[in-house]
């Protein structure tokens, strides 16, 4: 039987910044990455960025003005991100 | 025996609730507008061009097959930036508002952004919304 729960805020910081969340988050945005490659025109860059806030975050940018057209009109980046299993939802605390 | 159940055309459902509820709207930007599931073949501003493209991106039924997550995304072609973010942001207001017998419910993904058509030239704009869609026993 639960006698008490305290939850480790420092532990989950230090966790969800530490490596292994960063190498978990980085694989992920290669995958999706590779997904949108093969989408785009030959010579266009498709870009992975990690970064940190509270946790480990990483960005995938398709390098090029016509980017948002291709995602307006095909949803490559939509698609891509859901191939990997993950659903897009704009960042909300 | 496991239960046969099957998921209703998300994206067909998604253009119809539109194609519905724009008809019934009496805002400028709003008359005369086609709500279709393709990318339209001509996208000629001069053509007084007011097109909504709805798509399923992504679909990721629930294992027990009760219920189906879907992202639609809605790209929404107009004359001018202004009224293409007006139609898109009253497209998304629809659809989630909406609750009906195939899409159960509807909650905001990313957007409206606003973009250019890189074939045409046209302004667009467009957004996500992720929906809840209902199994159906066949």
């Not at chain 1, 995602?71 to 299993?85: F, S």
């Not at chain 2, 809605?74 to 139609?87: F, G, I, K, M, S």
């Amino acid at each position: 039987m639960l006698q008490s729960f305290r939850l480790d805020h420092r532990g989950v910081r230090e966790v969800l910044q530490g490596p292994e969340v960063r190498r978990a988050v980085d694989d992920v945005a290669d995958t999706i990455a590779a997904h949108v490659r093969p989408q785009v025109p030959a010579g266009t860059r498709v870009s992975v960025h990690g970064y940190t806030t509270d946790r480990g975050a990483a960005s995938v940018t398709i390098e090029d003005v016509r980017g948002m057209a291709w995602q307006a009109r095909d949803g490559i980046l939509t698609r891509a991100a859901g191939a990997v299993g993950l659903e897009v939802r704009a960042w909300q605390r | 025996m496991k239960t046969l159940t099957v998921f209703d055309d998300a994206q067909a459902a998604g253009a119809t609730v539109l194609r519905t509820a724009l008809a019934g709207r009496l805002e400028p930007f709003a008359t005369g507008v086609t709500v279709g599931t393709k990318v339209p073949t001509t996208r000629v501003p001069e053509e007084v061009f007011r097109y909504v493209m709805v798509r399923k991106d992504t679909d990721a039924p629930h294992p027990s097959m009760a219920n189906s997550r879907v992202t639609l995304r809605v790209t929404c072609w107009h004359e001018d930036d202004d009224q293409a973010h007006d139609l898109a942001m009253l497209c998304q207001g629809l659809l989630i508002v909406h609750s009906g017998t195939i899409i159960r419910g509807v909650r905001p993904g990313t957007g409206p952004l606003a973009a250019v058509d890189d074939v045409s030239g046209a302004p667009l704009s467009t957004f996500t919304v992720l929906a809840n869609i209902r199994p159906r026993l066949a």
